[in-house]
C-alpha cells in the first residue's frame, strides 16, 4: 500500500497502524484492521480476532484524542468446539510452569505462569476461571501458582 515502516511505527500489517506517542514524527497515521503485528517481549506476533481489533480501534481513537499512549495488546479469544467452550485471556508463549486446575462438571483451566509473572490462561468449559484470569492479567496481578491450585473461590483473588 505504498507505506514504509518507520521507528515509529508501533504495529503495521494487514490494515493496521497506530504510530507510538509523538516521538518527533510530523503528522499521524492511523488505521485499524482486524490483525495486526504487535511487539511484545518475545518479539514480533501477529494478532487476529475481533477482540483485538476493537481494543485497537479504541486505543486509536483514544490518540487521536491526545491519550498519547501506544496500543498494549492484552489478547483474548474463544472458540466453541461442539460441546466445548475454549476461552483463552493472555498468551501462553515463554511459559515455564503450568497450574492444571479443575472445574465443576469436567471444565478444567490450565494457568501458565513465567516465573511468578502470571501470563495467560486457557479455559475449557470453565467461564469463572476464564474471566477471573482475564481481569487478574489485565490488572497485572499474579497470584502464586500455588494458590491458583488451591484457591476455594477464584473470584476472591480479584479483592485486594
Known amino acids: 500500500d505504498g ?9 503495521r500489517e494487514g490494515g493496521a497502524v497506530a504510530r507510538r506517542p509523538d516521538r518527533g514524527v510530523r503528522g499521524a497515521a492511523h488505521r485499524v484492521g482486524g490483525d495486526a503485528v504487535v511487539q511484545r517481549q518475545a518479539g514480533r506476533l501477529r494478532l ?6 476493537i481494543d485497537m480501534a479504541e ?3 483514544a490518540n487521536i484524542l491526545g491519550a498519547g ?15 466445548l467452550k475454549l476461552q483463552i485471556a493472555g498468551l501462553n508463549t515463554g511459559y515455564d510452569r503450568v497450574v ?13 505462569y513465567r516465573g511468578d509473572r ?6 475449557m468449559n470453565d467461564a ?3 474471566m477471573v484470569g482475564k481481569r487478574l492479567i489485565e490488572g497485572g496481578k499474579s497470584p502464586a501458582p500455588q494458590v491458583i491450585a ?11
Open 100 to 112: 492444571t486446575r479443575p472445574g465443576d462438571g469436567g471444565a478444567v483451566s490450565f494457568w501458565y
Open 128 to 130: 469463572r476461571a476464564y
Open 150 to 160: 488451591t484457591a476455594p473461590d477464584l473470584k476472591a483473588l480479584l479483592k485486594g
Open 118 to 123: 502470571l501470563l495467560a490462561v486457557d479455559a
Open 3 to 11: 507505506f514504509e515502516p518507520q521507528p515509529a511505527v508501533l504495529m
Open 59 to 61: 486505543a486509536v481513537a
Open 69 to 83: 499512549q501506544p496500543y498494549d495488546a492484552k489478547p483474548w479469544f474463544w472458540s466453541d468446539q461442539f460441546d
Open 48 to 53: 487476529e480476532s475481533v477482540g483485538n481489533a
